[in-house]
């Protein structure tokens, strides 16, 4: 029986084993998961924003070239989805969260959750705590080659200390708020905490 487990899934490389949370299995491959279709985007320059509002002194916009003059950071780390699989040492490259906010208008003290809006409707909800992380990241390269459209080009939020679900793709918006509010999965029966070392995968 563990035998043919081990058969249908890639195996945890030895001596990686403790930086795999409960319950999920390394692979190799990078699964591509998300509800609804991938959108297509034929002039960023033209047609694709980056908007900022809520609890900020004032609400923003950038544009494709804006954003993409902002300092980069390039990190390894692991991801793991809630459907059990981990990918470690993933090589991504993107602004830093905390460096982002110096380049949009100062938070207000009441700012504590932030809402990821995605094209197509999808939202993700992450505490502003989470993101300031030295990983948490707005990322736009992995493995040194743009995010392909079924990873969220041009743009995906990256929370690697949170079940890969609130790492949302295809972002478009950050909404600044004092107060919780539960995102499409979160809303769904998945776990608002979302910590993979904890197991939290599912609402109580
Ligand atoms: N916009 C958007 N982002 C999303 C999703 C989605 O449905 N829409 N699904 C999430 C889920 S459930 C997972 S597991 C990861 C999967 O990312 P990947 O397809 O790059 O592996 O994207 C997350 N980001
Ligand atoms: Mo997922």
Redesign the pocket.
């Known amino acids: 029986m563990f035998d043919s487990f081990k058969q249908k899934y890639d195996r945890t490389p030895t001596g990686q084993e403790d930086r795999v949370p409960p319950g999920q299995y390394v692979t190799e491959k990078?699964?591509?998961?998300?509800?609804?279709s991938v959108p297509q985007y034929a002039d960023l320059d033209a047609t694709w924003d980056l908007r900022v509002w809520g609890e900020l002194e004032d609400s923003a916009s950038l544009s494709f070239a804006e954003f993409r003059a902002l300092p980069t950071i390039q990190i390894t780390t692991d991801?793991h989805?809630?459907?059990r699989w981990s990918k470690l040492d993933t090589r991504w490259e993107g602004v830093q969260f905390r460096e982002f906010l110096k380049h949009i208008p100062a938070l207000k003290p009441a700012a504590q959750f932030v809402i990821?809006h995605?094209?197509?409707g999808?939202t993700?909800n992450v505490p502003l705590e989470v993101l300031l992380d030295d990983e948490a990241m707005l990322a736009y390269k992995?493995d040194g080659e743009e995010?392909t459209p079924?990873?969220?080009f041009p743009l995906?939020?990256l929370t690697p200390r949170k079940?890969?679900?609130?790492?949302?793709?295809?972002?478009r918006g950050l909404e600044f708020l004092s107060y919780d509010k539960l995102g499409?999965?979160e809303r769904y029966g998945?776990n608002n905490n979302a910590d993979p070392w904890k197991e939290e995968r599912y609402a109580e």
């Not at 990078?30 to 609804?36: A, R």
């Open positions: 990078f699964p591509v998961l998300h509800y609804g991801i989805c809630v459907t990821a995605c094209d197509q999808f993700a992995f995010l079924e990873h969220g995906r939020l079940y890969f679900w609130k790492s949302a793709k295809w972002l499409f999965w998945y």
